[in-house]
């Protein structure tokens, strides 16, 4: 496909202004490691939601959803939508608790909850382990997005994408740090959410799709638009299996026993970062509630609008591949269908667009680039390699490690082929560990053992699932048994181990005041000491409530979404009740959430 000057304008206009914003901070965010990595903790709640989000929409997302939709219909959104209690555990939870600890990165938690040289190693493995291992395979899975999209709508080749998306990307990363991922996702955002209803309201429009009203009574889409999967087939055969995989277990299982990134249990990642830049614990608290709100919905229609478009146009890998002949065919996969819908924009639109996807994937590459070599300078280089290492030094290796990570995602994302498999992957390779990060604020006894082996079981469970496996199973029993196996191990682990230095563990309570009755040994046998470490009941969690809130903003945003739907499917009952839902429940969170606020501190 051919892009016009206008289309072109557009997508040159986007790459010089976040060039600039990279290097009009550029002098700022070289002062020290506080300001590359956190912006100085000075950032408002609302710039730092709109990051959030603008990071978790990355070029692989819409391929992701589409993907989903294509093979299991609307209701396979479930793999990720049941992320949303994990999302509003850390707003109501977790993002006070962050923000108190006062740390750099979320790595660095390790020696402040734990005590000795296990934490030391913890904090160093888990630095490099997260920050380049895994953090690789996620840029490489965004990156094979961008491949894709490059392909279909620019006709480019697989490394020569990867130059042209990379260069820019790391240019400001590196040189502006994480107040220029911040500001320029704020434009990112803006962008791709109007690239996102724009693809959505051209897809409607075309001649084979007949608006909305054609869309869903085309025979394609039998079966694809139920929110909830049905428990019976057309034919009347049971579908028990299918809603235990889409529905059950996401709900049930994967939200809190898994580690996905952007969807922490507790929180953590790119997720804690922001928190710990926030001005303040209610600026921290605000910013995560945005991003879930807006991540789950804001933004999910117009993806699946598209992607049930697709159905209609290419209705199969058929179509699909005799539409790009030069795809190689392992790349030919569902997830190429979103791409494909893009080719029917009109010009200028469609450099709009083209933008909009540059800067989704920009938005994602430069956190997870920050992120990363946060962790290598703050837990890795300057823990274990150089300790006494200047502010210059440490910006420079920050800098360096930026431009490290992105070869090799590049060099990755080239022996991928879909978004499905790597969203497997990455869940696989965090099942059953999301528990111990949920209770480790909570529960005195868990160890860095609990962690080393929760880590090494989950990697080994996950190496024997993708390689050895039967391939009868499903890939949600392969979740399970991953939860399984991991939980089992770092629960023995922690039984079987010594708990923390008593020094370290009442330090890490007075500091973070988590609450809950987990702490109880801790609290009586620093009194016995003549040591209080409570404080003031005012600044501590309120853990019940927190739960409440939890549960009411789930329902709050569930129903939103939902009654999004039904109004776009005509269906004006549904349609109705869920958004008197969504009113009560939201006037309730707001009255929760406000008598929990505890007075703006730093």
Known sequence: ?????????????????????GLVVARRAGKNTSEFFLSGRSMPWWLLGMSMVATTFSTDTPNLVTDFVRQRGVAGNWAW?????????????????????????????YELRYSGKPAAFLRGFRALYLGVFFNICIMAAVSLAA????????????????????IVTVVFSAAGGFRAVVLTDFLLFIIAMIGAFAAAIVALNLPEVGGLKGLLAHPNLQGKLALLPAFKNPDGSSNM??????????????????WYPGAEPGGGGYIAQRMLSARNENHAVGATFFFNAAHYALRPWPWIIVALASLIVFPDLHALAIRFPDMPAAQVKHDLAYPAMLTFLPHGLMGLVVASLIAAYMSTISTHLNWGSSYVVNDFWVRFVNPHASDREQVWVGRVS??????????LALYLSNAVQAFNILLQIGAGTGLLFILRWFWWRINPYSELVAMIASFLVALYMEFR?????????????????????????????PSDDPATLRSFYKLTRPGGPGWRKVIEDARRDGEEITGPERGR???????LCMVVGCTAIYSALFGTGYWLYGQATPAIIFTGIFVVSGLLLAKLSTAGQVPEQA
């Open 1 to 21: 496909m051919q892009l016009t000057a206008l289309d072109w304008s557009f997508v040159i206009g986007f790459f010089v202004v976040t060039l600039v914003v």
């Open 81 to 109: 939508w049941a992320f949303l209690l994990t999302g509003m555990l850390t707003v109501f939870v977790y993002a006070r608790l962050w923000r108190r600890s006062g740390i750099l990165t979320d790595v660095e938690f």
């Open 147 to 166: 491949i894709k999209i490059g392909h279909v709508l620019l006709g480019l080749k697989p490394i020569h994408t990867i130059l042209l998306a990379a």
């Open 241 to 258: 299996n299918t809603v235990v995989g889409i529905l059950i277990i996401p709900l049930a299982v994967q939200w809190w026993s898994v």
């Open 402 to 411: 930026t431009i490290l990570l992105m070869v090799v995602a590049g060099i």
């Open 469 to 497: 496996a039967p391939d009868s199973l499903a890939d949600w029993h392969k979740l399970v048994i991953g939860v399984g196996v991991t939980t089992v191990c770092w629960l023995v682990a922690t039984v079987l181990t």
């Open 541 to 547: 969690s309120n853990l019940p409530r927190g739960i």
